[in-house]
């Protein structure tokens, strides 16, 4: 994956999509914490394949999606 693509990708678990996102060696991650994992090089960008940060036991416990609530 290119930086140019990396650029252009959001979290998807964001409601804003303004959450850009950052390559560590295995997963793409938002800054909430939500990491997505990185397959043959491609990023599998899907909420149930995401791995939660710790403390988060749903989707709706993340940090973007309860600051979005407020």
Do not use: N, W, Y
């Amino acid at each position: 994956m290119t930086d140019d693509l990396l650029t252009h990708l959001r979290c998807p678990v964001d409601p804003k999509r303004e959450s850009t996102l950052t390559r560590d060696q295995q997963s793409l991650v938002c800054r909430c914490g939500v990491r997505f994992p990185i397959k043959l090089g491609i990023p599998i960008l899907l909420a149930a394949e995401a791995e939660l940060p710790d403390g988060c036991h749903s989707l709706e416990a993340v940090p973007c999606k309860r600051s979005f609530r407020s």
